[in-house]
């Protein structure tokens, strides 16, 4: 019999540095899997279908979360975002470990559905830093960092429900700090 995969969960503020920290652990650890999510919200200039994101429009995500097709999702900044549950369960049961790299709401879906997923949230050095990341990304517009600005104090407000928590200054610190965390021999 196969034994089960890991589920991990990255979690924090949009912009602390998750989707760098991921990109960094899937590069150094090549049995983890990273769980493609869908979304509403429009590519960014190199996005690429099936590989960021599975864009769809909101019908076919309201289809989705009624069909029971999604493991969580939530709403974030104007758009939804949601884990396609049949990919991961597949994978998990085939011993794989997948990584789902989400937002608060969906983490909160996770450690209901999943008591046993790891769950880690990434805290930013302060909002100064935070802000100055968004901004560096170039990616959003400046409605889109004042949101997303916004609700990364209701998410940082909550960081205590999470059993590990990692500030992320310095990337190679931060990424020893996940590594110990999620390799951790218990
Ligand atoms: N330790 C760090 N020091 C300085 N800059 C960093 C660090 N980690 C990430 N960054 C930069 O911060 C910006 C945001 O990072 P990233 O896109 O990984 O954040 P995110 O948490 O995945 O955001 P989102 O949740 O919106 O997808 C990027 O420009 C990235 O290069
Ligand atoms: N609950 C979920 N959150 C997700 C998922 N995929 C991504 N995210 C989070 O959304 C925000 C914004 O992402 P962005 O790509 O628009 O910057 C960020 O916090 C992501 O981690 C998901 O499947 N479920």
């Known amino acids: 019999m196969v034994s089960q995969g890991k589920l991990i969960v990255i979690t924090g ?27 509403t919200r429009s590519p960014r ?31 974030f900044a ?5 884990t396609p549950l049949l990919p991961v369960k597949q994978r998990i049961e085939a011993g ?8 608060l709401v969906g983490a909160r879906q996770i450690r209901e559905r999943f008591p046993q997923a790891q769950q880690v949230f990434i805290r930013p050095p302060s909002m100064l830093e935070l802000e100055r990341r968004l901004r560096s ?13 916004k609700r990364s104090i209701e998410e940082i407000n909550a960081a205590n429900e999470f059993d590990f928590q990692l500030v992320n200054d310095d990337l190679d610190d931060a990424i020893k700090q996940l590594e110990n965390v999620l390799f951790a021999v218990v």
């Open 13 to 39: 503020p949009s912009g602390v540095g998750k989707g760098t920290l991921v990109r960094q652990l899937l590069q150094r650890h090549h049995e983890l899997r990273l769980s493609v999510s869908i979304t």
């Open 137 to 149: 990304r170039g990616q959003d517009s400046e409605e889109a960092i004042a949101r997303r600005l």
């Open 78 to 82: 104007g758009n939804y975002y949601g």
């Open 96 to 103: 794989e470990s997948i990584l789902l790299e989400i937002e």
């Open 45 to 75: 200039p190199g996005e690429v279908e099936g590989k960021d994101y599975y864009f769809v429009d909101r019908k076919r995500f309201e289809q989705m979360v009624q069909n029971g097709e999604l493991l969580e999702w939530a709403e």
